[in-house]
C-alpha cells in the first residue's frame, strides 16, 4: 500500500481525550511525509468510547477537524481497520490503550504485508511511570519522543530491558506555534492555566484560587484570568472532582478576575505571564517566549509534576509574583525540552516523515507489529490490560465483546449515554464524599 504521488494520504486517529485528539490530529499533520505526494491528507477520526469521550463542545474548543470522526469501541475500531485501508495510524491513547491495540491490529493485519504504518506517543511532558508507559508503547513502528531529553530516556528504558529502541523518533509538540511575544498588552493580562488533576485536593485547589483572586486584587490595572480545561460534567485526559468553577462560586473575586474557556493559543496571544503547576500549556508559552512561572508554593514534587521543570528558570511562588517577579527561561534548558524556540520548530518532524516515507516505500510492505509484551514476556500482565479492551491474550474480540458483530440499536445507544452519565456522577459526586468520610 505505497503512498501514490496522485491520492491524499490516508490516516486513521484513534484517540480517548480531547487532548489526545488534538495531539493525534495535529500529529498526523505535522508527520505525513509529504515529499511523496502532492495531495491533500484524507483524516478520519476515530473516538474511543469511554469516561473521558470528547463533547461536541470540547471538539470545537480543539479546533481540529476531519473528514470523518466517529465513536467507536475498541472491538469496532479494529474491525474498521480490518476493513478500510489507510496508510498511517495514530494511536493517541493511554499506555494500555495502545498496548491492545497493538495486539489487535497485529491480528487483523497478520495476513496483511502492506499494513499502515503505526505512530504512538504522549500528549506532552513526561513526569510520572516513565518505564510503565513506555514498554505498553513498545511495538508501534514509531514512538515519538517530544524533546531530546525524552528521546534520550525513551531509548535508555528500550533497551535497558533488551526491546529494540529503533522506534523512537525526536519530534516536538505538534501543538506549538503562534506569534512570538512582543511586549506587554494592555491590560497587562496574568493568565493561570488549570489543571483537572493537580493539585488534586479542596485545600491546595482552594489556596491557588484564593492566591490568583489575591493577586488580581493587589493589582488591579490587570487583567488576571483563570483558563479552564472544561465544564463540570465534562472529562479531559484526566478527572476532575473540584472544578475550579465551582470553587469560585463561594469567592468574592475583584472585576478584573475572569474566567474563560477556549483555545489555549487564542489565550497566548493576549497573554503577559502565564502561571501553572505543571501544565503543557507552560510549553506553549515558552515556545512564544512569554515570560513564564511554574509555581513552588506546593512544593517542588514529583506528584505535582512541576519537578520537570527544575533548571528551566521558571520555578517561582505567588509571593514572587505579587512582587512583580518576571522570570526568564534557561535557553539550554528549554532546547532540549522540544520547545523549539529557537525557530527550528518548523525542522522537528523532518526526521518522522522521512522515517514514514521509507516505511511506506519498504519493499514486500512492513514487518509484523511486535510490541515488547507478550504472552511469553508478561503472562501475569498482559491479559489483564487485552481484558480492560474485550481482547483475548491473541488479540481476538473475547465473546461478548461490546459492538462486535453489529451497530448498537436505539435502546443501547440510550442505556448506553445513561450509564456513562452515572459513571460520570459517580466520580464526581459520589467517589470524592466516600474518601473524604474515609479520611475522618
Not at 217 to 246: A, D, F, M, N, W
Request: charged share 25%; proline share 8%.
Amino acid at each position: 500500500m505505497p503512498v501514490s504521488a496522485t491520492k491524499a494520504l490516508r490516516v486513521a486517529v484513534l484517540a480517548d481525550s480531547d487532548t489526545r485528539w488534538k495531539w493525534g490530529a495535529l500529529t498526523a499533520s505535522r508527520i505525513a511525509p509529504t515529499t511523496t505526494h502532492d495531495t491533500d491528507i484524507r483524516l478520519d477520526g476515530y473516538l474511543l468510547r469511554g469516561r473521558a469521550t470528547p463533547t461536541p463542545r470540547q471538539l470545537g474548543e480543539v479546533g481540529v477537524t476531519a473528514d470523518a470522526l466517529a465513536e467507536v469501541t475498541s472491538v469496532e475500531f479494529l474491525r474498521a481497520m480490518g476493513e478500510k485501508e489507510y496508510d498511517l495510524v495514530v494511536l493517541a491513547l493511554v499506555g494500555g490503550g495502545v498496548q491492545a491495540m497493538l495486539h489487535g491490529l497485529g491480528r487483523v493485519w497478520s495476513d496483511r504485508a502492506e499494513r499502515p504504518v503505526v505512530v504512538t506517543g504522549y500528549v506532552g511532558v513526561v513526569y510520572e511511570k516513565l518505564a510503565d508507559g513506555l514498554l505498553l508503547r513498545h511495538g508501534a513502528d514509531l514512538v515519538l519522543a517530544n524533546s531530546r531529553q525524552d528521546a534520550d530516556r525513551f531509548r535508555a528504558v528500550y533497551e535497558g530491558v533488551g526491546a529494540d529502541a529503533d522506534s523512537v523518533t525526536e519530534v516536538a509538540l505538534p501543538f506549538l506555534g503562534g506569534a512570538p511575544y512582543t511586549g506587554e498588552h494592555d491590560p497587562y493580562t496574568v493568565v493561570f492555566a488549570a489543571q483537572p488533576s493537580v493539585p488534586d485536593s479542596r485545600k491546595d485547589r482552594t489556596y491557588l484560587l484564593n492566591r490568583l483572586i489575591k493577586h488580581a486584587r493587589k493589582h488591579p490595572e490587570r487583567q488576571v484570568v483563570l483558563k479552564l480545561r472544561s465544564k463540570p460534567g465534562e472529562h479531559t485526559t484526566h478527572i476532575e472532582e473540584l472544578p475550579y468553577q465551582k470553587l469560585v462560586q463561594k469567592a468574592d473575586p475583584p472585576p478584573n478576575f475572569a474566567l474563560r474557556y477556549g483555545n489555549m493559543g487564542e489565550v497566548l496571544d493576549t497573554t503577559d505571564l502565564l502561571v501553572t503547576i505543571s501544565s503543557t500549556a507552560a510549553l506553549e508559552s515558552l515556545h512564544r517566549r512569554i515570560p513564564t512561572v511554574v509555581l513552588t508554593d506546593l512544593g517542588v514534587r514529583e506528584a505535582l509534576g512541576n519537578h520537570h521543570f527544575v533548571g528551566s528558570g521558571c520555578l517561582a511562588s505567588w509571593d514572587q509574583l505579587d512582587e512583580g517577579h518576571r522570570p526568564v527561561a534557561d535557553p539550554d534548558w528549554v532546547a532540549r525540552q522540544g520547545v523549539a524556540a529557537d525557530g527550528s520548530y518548523d525542522t522537528a518532524f523532518d526526521a518522522a516523515r522521512e522515517r514514514i516515507a521509507k516505511l511506506l516505500a519498504r519493499p514486500g510492505g512492513r514487518p509484523p507489529l511486535t510490541p515488547y509484551y507478550t504472552p511469553v514476556t508478561a503472562p501475569g500482565y498482559l491479559p489483564g490490560i487485552l481484558a480492560r479492551h474485550h481482547l483475548a491474550p491473541d488479540g481476538r474480540p473475547l465473546p461478548g465483546a461490546p459492538a462486535a458483530d453489529k451497530e448498537p440499536g436505539p435502546v443501547r445507544q440510550v442505556v448506553r449515554r445513561a450509564a456513562r452519565g452515572a459513571y460520570r456522577h459517580g466520580v464526581q459526586r459520589v467517589a470524592p464524599v466516600i474518601r473524604r468520610m474515609g479520611e475522618l
